[in-house]
């Protein structure tokens, strides 16, 4: 009897193993309990039931091996993403830096540019301050623009537009220049003929000169940037002067171009002159 019970448990354990193979994942609720029936003889039966204790565990060392597969993979996707963050850290770095070089590059050459003006400027400045030293001297050649006759030491400027007397003589500051003196009869011929004979300037109502009424001396006096003195040569149109508020005067083209005093916010071409003797 005893032989036939091993014999019954040898049967049992191999049945058990060939339904469940090697497969060691195996949910322990599955395996809490497994029968098994034996045919020893016709119509003889021998059924044995194993039943598992709740203290045994089914892992092996394989178990122990996926799990430890399993920590490395997830350590490895942990890695991937760590050098894939720390590869777009890097890239915004380079951009960063490469964005940096060529904001310092503009910054370097807005700096040089402000460097060449201001010398530019400097130059400016020193020439005029050598020109005016000189007493506007430029060996006898008028400046662009400006013309004359031989052998006469003034050069004129003939706006194409007219304005106020103030801003009018603002212009011709802009030149080194001031507005026409007329200190003889041979200038005022020489000015109001090149005024006559260019084409360009035949329909200025009138031009304004330097002479201005200055109330503080009571008299008509020409001014320029550097000096004022009075009328030693005058050529009014007949009637003229005539108007208590005209205190600027204009050579008028009504009067044959001769003098008229006018009222200095009206708007006439103008005459700047320099002299290059």
């Known amino acids: 009897m005893d032989q036939l019970l091993k014999s019954l448990t040898v049967a049992f354990l191999l049945a058990f193993s060939f339904h469940f193979g ?3 994942d195996i949910d322990n609720s599955l395996v809490k309990q ?3 029936s034996l045919l020893l003889s016709p119509n003889c039966y021998y059924t044995l039931t194993m039943t598992r204790d709740p203290k045994c565990n089914l892992t092996d060392s394989t178990n122990d091996h996926t799990g430890i597969r399993r920590k490395r993979s997830t350590e490895t996707v942990q890695l991937q993403a760590a050098s894939t963050e720390n590869d777009a850290i890097l890239h915004k770095l380079k951009k960063m830096d490469h964005k940096l070089s060529k904001s310092m590059e503009s910054l370097s050459t807005r ?5 060449r003006k201001m010398e530019a400027i400097v130059d400016d400045v020193l020439t005029k301050q050598s020109k005016r030293t000189s007493g506007n001297q430029n060996d006898g050649v008028c400046s ?3 013309q004359t006759v031989e052998k006469w030491p003034y050069c004129y400027l003939f706006s194409t537009f007219n304005t106020t007397w103030f ?16 200190d003889t009869l041979k200038e005022h011929y020489i000015v109001t003929f090149l ?18 009424f200055v109330s503080k001396t009571k008299q008509w006096m020409w001014t320029s940037q550097l000096n004022m003195r009075p009328f030693t040569f005058i050529k009014w149109a007949s009637k003229e002067p005539n108007e208590t508020l005209s205190q600027c005067v204009a050579l008028n083209k ?7 005093d006018e009222l200095c916010t009206n708007k006439f071409n103008f005459v700047c002159e320099i002299s290059i003797a």
């Open 111 to 115: 700096v040089l540019r402000g460097v």
């Open 22 to 24: 090697n497969n060691t």
């Open 195 to 212: 005024m006559k004979n260019n084409p360009d300037y035949r329909d200025a109502l009138g031009w304004w000169t330097s002479g201005t």
């Open 254 to 260: 009504d009067f044959d171009h001769l003098w008229s």
């Open 34 to 36: 497994q029968t098994c």
């Open 144 to 146: 662009a623009g400006f």
């Open 167 to 182: 801003e009018a003589r603002d212009y011709c500051a802009a030149f080194d220049a001031d507005l026409v003196t007329l």
